[in-house]
């Protein structure tokens, strides 16, 4: 399955002026979102939103149903989530998790 491009297009556009400071690079079969060369949210080739997060934080934003850990491999990401297509309809909610996304991957030494 190929990613989502219409929420590719969301992410750039929610993005704005951080754009130009975003490296976007094919990965996983989805569209990747790199800042500092770290990767920060992808457009899943499953569909929906993989987001980094702190790892500290990721359990308490697991809700059961949109926001799962992300499985790769069949291990669980222990910093990625991913984020259900349905979850994401709102451009609110969708530049909540590009805001922990990107804010994680900055807190993050550049590669």
């Given at each position: 399955?190929a990613?989502d491009e219409?929420?590719?297009?969301r992410?750039?556009?929610?993005?704005?002026?951080?754009?130009a400071?975003?490296v976007e690079k094919?990965?996983?079969?989805g569209?990747a979102?790199?800042?500092g060369?770290?990767m920060?949210?992808a457009a899943?080739?499953q569909?929906?939103l993989?987001?980094r997060?702190?790892?500290?934080?990721?359990?308490e934003?697991?809700?059961g149903?949109?926001v799962a850990?992300?499985?790769?491999?069949?291990?669980?990401?222990r910093?990625?989530?991913?984020?259900a297509?349905?979850s994401?309809?709102?451009?609110?909610?969708?530049?909540?998790?590009?805001?922990?996304?990107?804010?994680?991957?900055?807190?993050l030494?550049?590669?």
């Amino acid at each position: 399955m190929a990613y989502d491009e219409e929420l590719a297009d969301r992410i750039r556009d929610l993005l704005g002026p951080a754009v130009a400071e975003t490296v976007e690079k094919r990965m996983f079969g989805g569209l990747a979102f790199l800042v500092g060369g770290n990767m920060a949210v992808a457009a899943s080739g499953q569909g929906g939103l993989l987001v980094r997060v702190d790892p500290e934080l990721a359990e308490e934003l697991v809700d059961g149903s949109g926001v799962a850990p992300m499985v790769m491999g069949g291990r669980e990401m222990r910093n990625w989530l991913r984020v259900a297509p349905e979850s994401l309809g709102d451009d609110d909610v969708l530049s909540t998790w590009l805001d922990r996304g990107f804010g994680y991957a900055r807190s993050l030494p550049p590669k």
